[in-house]
């Protein structure tokens, strides 16, 4: 009878890293955020364990070693090599930096500060660190080589309803998620197919740069405003919006959009009496990216300047039509280099045929008058 052989297997919860340091109640405030985040050492002292962080390894008392991989969602090293590389910034190595900064940005936004006037200063230790290695410029939270991309931020609808505008705006213009609290999410953008706006210009950068208390300042665009009709409701939320007659349904689905105004219904309502539009920024794969913004005109003169109010993504898909063919509820638009759904198709067909009509209109979004609205 052959002899049994016993094997040891460890059985672990993927979630202790998470439950043990990730979910303590001393990560969720602000301050500490900046403080780990910039610390070469750290020891946790966990409510069942204490842990240990470097930047080359994590380990818990269970763990000496090392934690395993598949606990940990991004080790502390990776985090440190997208963002502090002082490598020449490439495409592969530029897509690492945005992806990681946006996970941070997402991370931070979800503490709490005390004092909300605290947003800036709080993060700008991290901010400070990243620019004397990168060749690259901080604005307020948004960088000079993904400024367009990181532009089309959005903050979650319960925190934009239960932190209305008045009490956020003011530290930071309309243009850098520092001017609102809540969780912040931005657009996870691998390789962009097509840009309707431009940077032209950007702040000093001593009025929203790393050591700045509070940002002021506003920022050129070259692009195009597509004015929004109507706004429609079900009951508190926004259900579907028009826009030169098109009605376009807000929601996740393959072919749906997504607004995100900032505010409570009442607000959206104040904001629509006084004329939202959409400036689309850029599209990917998979959807087109605008912000949404309402114009301001400036006391004394016959200018009219934009505050940012919010964004709006556009969903449709680039089919490889050969291989795939044109799938049910989809249409080949030769035209563009798309294959939008039914519901953009005809919003995506203008926007994609007329860049150069406008690339014609120039667009500030200048949040220095926040106060006068």
């Known amino acids: 009878m ?8 460890w059985i672990v919860d993927n979630e202790l890293w998470d439950d043990d340091i990730e979910n303590a109640p001393l990560q969720s405030r602000g301050w500490v955020f900046q403080e780990r985040f910039l610390s070469p050492r750290i020891l946790h002292f966990a409510e069942r364990q204490i842990a240990w962080e470097c930047s080359e390894i994590s380990a818990l008392e269970m763990f000496l070693k090392r934690v395993p991989p598949g606990l940990l969602k991004a080790s502390r090293m990776d985090v440190i090599d997208n963002l502090f590389s002082t490598e020449a910034i ?16 997402h991370k ?6 005390t004092f909300s006037n605290d947003k800036l200063i709080a993060f700008a230790g991290i901010a400070k660190a990243i620019e004397g290695l990168r060749n690259d410029t901080y604005y307020a939270g948004l960088w000079k080589s993904a400024f367009i ?7 979650t609808r319960y925190d934009a309803a239960q932190q209305p505008l008045e009490l956020s705006s003011g530290r930071a213009p309309s243009w850098s998620w520092l001017s609102v609290d809540g969780e912040i999410l931005l657009p996870q953008v691998q390789k962009p197919r097509k840009h309707f706006a431009s940077v032209v210009e ?11 208390i509070t940002a002021s300042g506003s920022v050129l665009l070259r692009g195009g405003l597509l004015p929004i009709d109507s706004i429609e409701w079900d009951d508190d939320n926004l259900s579907e919006f028009n826009i030169n007659g098109l009605t376009l349904k807000d929601g996740w689905t393959f072919n749906g959009t997504h607004l995100d105004v900032e505010g409570t219904k009442d607000q959206i ?16 794969d998979e959807h087109m990216q605008c912000i949404a913004v309402t114009g301001i005109t400036v006391p004394g003169s ?13 969903e449709y898909r680039k089919l490889h039509v050969s291989n795939q ?9 030769h035209s563009t280099l798309f294959v939008p759904g039914e519901p953009s198709h005809n919003l995506l067909h203008p926007v994609a045929r007329s860049v150069v009509r406008l690339a014609e209109l120039t667009i500030t979004l200048d949040s220095r008058l926040l106060r006068l609205i």
């Open 302 to 314: 016959m200018s009219v300047v934009f505050r940012r109010v919010g964004a709006c993504q556009i």
């Open 149 to 155: 991309y990181q532009l089309a931020w959005t903050r």
């Open 2 to 9: 052959p002899q049994q052989r016993w094997r040891r297997t």
């Open 325 to 333: 063919g044109i799938q049910e509820g989809w249409i080949e638009d």
């Open 202 to 212: 950007l702040p000093d950068t001593n009025c929203t740069g790393s050591s700045a």
């Open 90 to 105: 490439t495409d592969d190595n530029l897509i690492d930096f945005r992806r990681t900064w946006d996970d941070t940005v």
């Open 269 to 284: 309502l104040q904001l629509e009496k006084s004329g939202i539009a959409l400036i689309p920024l850029f599209a990917t």
């Open 108 to 113: 931070y936004t979800k503490t709490v500060l």
